[in-house]
């Protein structure tokens, strides 16, 4: 059951419902996650600024994927997990490569370390020793690509924690949450 209902276009002030209708522009619908943000303006523009910054990163749309379903997948948030799994297949990445992000681990020695790395932030909240940091290094990673990975995965977990508190209804394909053994 939801415990925080989605705004409706009705129901929005001007600016919020100017700000929902860009975002069905940009992407053909308004989802409920976006819809639930609404309810306080700044939630949603905190996140949708984050995104548009996000998106002009270094890392590829894919890579962007990986990080959202290893965050996803940690943070047990179904929401968000088949939200990404669609926009990871549109993204590129193919189903093995969605199962694996959700699992930490990635196709190639990169992505292996941007699902890793992910996976890792979250499930010790952020204080990953030096020896892990300095395998990610080893296995191609910058500093760069850490801080950057590190702001997708605080973009995620705003999402993440919204889907889990509000119990979002997902308005995706819904994808099981639980992983196969």
């Known amino acids: 059951m939801t415990y925080i209902a989605p705004l409706s276009l009705t129901e929005a ?3 919020t419902a100017a700000t929902l209708n860009a975002v ?3 992407i053909g619908m308004i989802p409920n996650l976006f819809a639930t943000l609404a309810k306080s303006p700044v939630a949603l523009n ?5 995104n548009d910054t ?4 270094k890392l590829s749309a894919g890579e962007r994927e990986i990080i959202a379903l290893a965050t ?3 943070n047990g948030c179904h929401y968000c997990v088949s939200a990404h ?3 990871g297949k549109n993204a590129g990445l193919n189903p093995e490569q969605i199962t694996g992000a959700r699992s930490g681990k990635g196709s190639d020695a990169r992505g292996n370390a941007i699902a890793a ?9 952020g204080h990953v020793d030096a020896a892990s940091l300095d395998q990610f290094k080893a296995a191609g990673l910058s500093e760069s690509d850490l801080l950057e990975i590190i702001a997708n995965v605080v973009a995620t977990t705003l999402t993440n924690y919204t889907n889990n508190v509000a119990r979002t ?12 053994a």
């Open 54 to 57: 996000i998106a002009k990163g």
């Open 117 to 125: 790395f992910a996976a890792a932030l979250v499930a010790q909240r």
């Open 13 to 15: 002030d001007a600016a």
């Open 169 to 180: 209804v997902i308005d995706f394909p819904v994808v099981d949450l639980a992983l196969a």
């Open 72 to 74: 996803s997948q940690g």
């Open 85 to 87: 799994t669609l926009l």
């Open 24 to 26: 069905k522009a940009k």
């Open 46 to 50: 905190s996140l949708l600024s984050q």
